[in-house]
């Protein structure tokens, strides 16, 4: 298989909202509980690629191309003096679980951070999730500290963990 790392467009907003929304609807990884409409997201893309880098992978093969996961950094607060600041996100399908793609989006997303001006990278992650962690972790973010409860899904009080690098 080939895998390829673009930036995102509006355009493929549709099939990244058929990647996020399982997460939205049978998970507590994402705090949301509406599932995303393409236009929103595609409104997102838009956003969020004004600033930071918004990275898709796609897997090429003799039938076309399809994208399989998707990266993004977002800004960690509004106050000026958190503008070398981020907050990162990774999501896959369900198609591309083990395959290293997570490993693959977060290389490519942290390269392209390095380019501006961010310091801090910051991954919030709903727990447990032992699979986010590692790829953190592997990716060199280390653990800074759990808020708990913070977040309510499906009636379940959820805590969050955050990791952190610095580039």
Not at 9 to 22: G, H, K, R
């Amino acid at each position: 298989m080939t895998y390829i790392i673009r930036p995102a467009t509006p355009s493929d907003a549709a099939t990244i909202c058929d990647i996020y929304n399982p997460y939205v609807l049978n998970t507590a990884i994402t705090f949301e509980t509406i599932p995303v409409t393409p236009p929103e997201m595609a409104q997102r893309i838009t956003d969020i690629t004004a600033l930071f880098p918004w990275l898709v992978c796609i897997e090429k093969t003799t039938e076309g191309e399809q994208i399989l996961g998707y990266a993004y950094a977002t800004k960690w607060r509004t106050r000026a003096a958190y503008a070398h600041s981020v907050e990162s996100s990774v999501y896959l399908s369900d198609a591309a679980g083990g395959k290293g793609l997570g490993t693959l989006l977060y290389k490519a997303l942290l390269a392209e951070l390095r380019k501006l001006s961010v310091h801090a990278v910051i991954g919030g992650i709903a727990l447990p999730n032992p699979g986010s962690i590692a790829l953190h972790e592997k990716m060199g973010f280390e653990k800074v500290g759990v808020f708990r409860e913070v977040g309510k899904k499906t009636d379940t009080w959820l805590d969050v963990g955050y990791w952190q690098m610095f580039l």
